[in-house]
């Protein structure tokens, strides 16, 4: 967790960096306020961000590199605060999206999903998961999104690709990943689940901005033979591997009935953790699975608004605070559009940090700065991707948020801005967004996408899956 520091640099200092670079700058970010996410630096003022290609190539005062680059495009200016593009730990990016906020909130502990969730992924065509995930990826991109790992519930990860093209931003893809008999798109056998996740890897080989990850439904719904052998594929493959775990404490008696043994405890025994895993959710843990998941350096994506919709125990038992303070890598997620249903990360966050000072009745824990650092950096280690998204610096890729403080709730402007932006702000203060270097949000508009004709399919393929998926009735 990064410490609260300042955020009121000297006006007089700031530094150029730069990087030698073959491609011409195309574009200018420029803002009053740069927050860079790098450990220790201050808010950078008047200062503006070159990119070329898909790569940020320098930073500095805003009237140097305008003068360098006179033929960049401008986006921002004053009145604005630049970041880098958050990142979505664990998102549902096909299923929920078709009927959002449409499962009640009043339902008995897996209704939900058995009822409702499954029916409607089991519906889905392949229209029906690009389309889901377009929709998704736009609103993800509205609020500053640039990368996204989605939590492998995708029968047809080509279409799912397809959306992160349309909508140009990056992130992970995955494709069921489960051994269960007589649920929709399980495999059969062991080898057939693993085929699925090599697709997905063949599918991304040469993709710019998405990976293919070895993805598994997780819970205790896979085989022991099934998890240990999806993540000796993930460390063969050189990628991540993420699964649900333990959002409630289902998990805890499922696993326990069937091995004896916590579920942490019992994947640690077969090997199946490691630094290339991404938990889902990670709430109910005991002390026990804590210590095995730290040994082993396997990361957690938080999504605490799920939590809460869902009445899962986040404020009894949630360890989160505990996990990062021990050295753990936590990212933060928004989970599926009948969980936490909005996809904003600048919530998740604010919502966070409020969890964590309350839950220890203590003001001094977590924070603004720790929460938007797992929201950027923070998230980008827990991914083990650091070096490549969640901060602003040369050689990164040009992932960055422009954000409006213009609007009521930044007035009067705080010396403190990230004070401002989690705690009096959220994803609709996003102006315009740079992905890999393309503007892909323009004045709070995706800029490659037709959204209103998106929005009248969508609500036609509503009412279709809803009536194929017998939900409602």
Not at 158 to 165: E, H, I
């Amino acid at each position: 967790m990064e410490p609260n520091r300042s955020a009121d640099p000297d006006p007089e200092i700031v530094v150029v960096i730069e990087v030698e670079v073959e491609v011409e700058v195309e574009t200018l970010v420029v803002a009053d306020t740069v927050l860079t996410m790098e450990p220790g630096a201050a808010p950078l003022s008047g200062s503006a961000i070159a990119v070329a290609g898909d790569r940020i190539t320098s930073i500095g005062p805003a009237d140097e590199l305008r003068a360098a680059h006179p033929h960049a495009t401008i986006v921002g200016g004053p009145g604005h605060l630049a970041l880098p593009g958050l990142i979505n730990a664990h998102q549902h990016l096909t299923g929920d999206r078709l009927i959002r906020s449409m499962i009640p909130d009043d339902l008995e502990p897996g209704r939900s999903i058995f009822e409702w969730a499954v029916p409607a992924h089991a519906a889905h065509t392949g229209d029906d998961d690009e389309l889901s995930a377009t929709l998704s990826l736009i609103e993800a991109a509205c609020n500053g999104i640039t990368f996204t790992v989605e939590a492998g519930t995708v029968a047809h990860p080509d279409r799912v690709l397809a959306g992160f093209d349309a909508v140009g931003v990056g992130g992970t893809l995955g494709s069921w990943g489960w051994d269960v008999s007589g649920q929709p798109w399980a495999g059969d056998t062991v080898e057939e689940v693993l085929e699925r996740q090599r697709e997905v890897q063949r599918l991304t080989s040469a993709h710019p901005r998405v990976d293919g990850w070895v993805t598994l439904v997780g819970h205790d719904l896979m085989s022991d033979e099934l998890v240990a052998a999806a993540s000796d594929l993930a460390r063969e493959a050189g990628c991540g591997m993420t699964f649900h775990l333990s959002p409630s404490d289902s998990d805890t008696a499922s696993y326990r009935e069937r091995t004896g043994e916590p579920p942490a405890v019992h994947l640690g025994g077969l090997g199946a953790l490691g630094p290339h895993v991404l938990l889902g959710h990670g709430v109910h843990l005991c002390d026990d699975e804590l210590d095995v998941l730290l040994a082993a350096d396997t990361a957690i994506a938080s999504c605490p608004w799920a939590y809460l919709r869902l009445g899962q125990g986040i404020t009894r038992a949630g360890r989160h605070v505990e996990f990062v303070e021990r050295g753990g890598r936590l990212a933060l997620g928004c989970d599926a559009e009948n969980a936490s249903d909005a996809i904003d990360v600048l919530g998740a966050a604010r919502l966070a940090a409020g969890l964590a000072k309350d839950v220890a009745m203590d003001p001094t824990v977590f924070g603004a700065h720790a929460a938007l650092h797992h929201a950027t950096r923070g998230g980008a280690q827990a991914l083990g991707m650091a070096d490549e998204i969640g901060t602003l610096a040369p050689g990164m890729r040009a992932d960055i948020v422009v954000v409006d403080t213009t609007g009521p709730e930044w007035v009067p402007l705080s010396p403190d801005p990230v004070l401002q932006l989690v705690w009096a702000s959220d994803g609709r203060c996003v102006r315009h967004v740079v992905a890999s270097g393309r503007l892909v949000v323009e004045d709070g508009e995706p800029t490659l996408v037709d959204r209103p004709a998106l929005a009248a399919e969508a609500a036609e393929r509503h009412r279709r899956l809803v009536r194929d998926a017998g939900l409602g009735s």
